[in-house]
């Protein structure tokens, strides 16, 4: 904790976040997870502090960040521009939250056109082919039904999320006693296209927590934190939970800080080193990262 508050106090400071596991809870339905309670509000008080920034790296797309954080009215400290996460406080300050989508690969234009990569028409042509491929595979073979989107009741059901360069498996409304399947389910879809990539070059395969992803751009988040690095001053402090972040904390410094939620990751962690470089801190959960966030924010407002 005193390395955190360290960092709070440093003239500039860069805070980059992960979305579901970090700012929100996991639930089957991805459209359905909303950020917890407070955490809007910290992301926006943290932009809007004095040379500090707040940027979501996420391996959603930028569209729905923008969607998950523009419907959470209540929480917000001020309302957002038509366009893009800007804003503008009742006392006049400007303040921006940047998105990094698709695990590093889909950068914020309002963080320089410079750094945006678009996609290649394979990758486009891919996207479009797997969700409708995936789908039909995974009907024929398995005796689950598989669906885009999930009703708030479905159990035991495929969902597949539609994503630019690729799709995502999910299998988190499978229960206790169908695990083994959920876990089989994501290794046919990754031996499928192991073994049959439907675009030259290439294929990444994520897991994260209950899902698999399939994408023709390269997942690592911690290009999204080294290009936050070029783009601004200051240490980094970053938050995450999942093995998709782990490229993250390993992109850390000896004056940034790294806060973990829950205990996925830990023994990874550990195995890779990076438990002891002192500089990482464990928390419960999305609302115990949340309430660090807000007291960062009144930190870095008072300066």
């Known amino acids: 904790m005193q390395r955190l508050m360290q ?103 309002l963080l320089g056109e410079s750094y945006a990569e678009p996609l290649t028409p394979d990758q486009e042509a891919f996207g479009v082919k797997i969700q409708a491929e995936i789908f039909e595979k995974l009907a024929a073979t398995f005796g689950y039904p598989v669906k885009f989107s999930l009703d708030e009741d479905d159990v035991n059901v495929i969902r597949i999320e539609c994503k630019p360069t690729g799709a995502s498996v999910h299998t988190r409304s499978f229960d206790a ?47 999204g934190i080294e290009l936050i690095r070029e783009r601004f001053e200051g240490p980094i402090v970053f938050l995450g939970d999942d093995f998709t972040d782990l490229y993250g904390f390993a992109a850390l410094r000896r004056d940034d800080f790294g806060i973990v939620i829950g205990d996925k990751i830990r023994s990874t962690l550990a195995e890779e080193g990076l438990l002891a470089s002192g500089n990482l801190l464990f928390v419960a959960n999305p609302d115990a990262a949340v309430a660090l966030l807000t007291d960062l924010a009144t930190l870095r407002l008072a300066q």
């Open 177 to 223: 006693a169908h695990r083994a399947d959920a876990v089989a389910i994501r290794s046919f879809a990754r031996d499928f296209y192991a073994d049959n990539p439907p675009v030259q070059g290439l294929l990444y395969f994520v897991p994260g927590s209950e899902v698999l992803e399939i994408t023709t751009k390269s997942p690592d988040k911690g290009r």
């Open 7 to 109: 960092s709070a106090q440093a003239g500039s400071l860069n805070v980059v976040s992960d979305y579901d596991g970090t700012q929100s809870v996991f639930v089957p339905e991805p459209s359905q997870a909303w950020p917890v309670q407070g955490a809007v509000r910290a992301a926006q008080n943290l932009a809007a502090a004095p040379n500090t920034t707040f940027t979501n790296l996420t391996g959603r797309s930028r569209a729905e960040i923008e969607r998950f954080y523009r419907d959470a009215r209540n929480e917000l400290a001020a309302p957002f521009d038509d366009s893009g996460l800007g804003f503008t406080t009742r006392r006049g300050e400007r303040g921006v939250i940047y998105v990094i989508g698709q695990h590093g690969a889909d950068v914020d234009p």
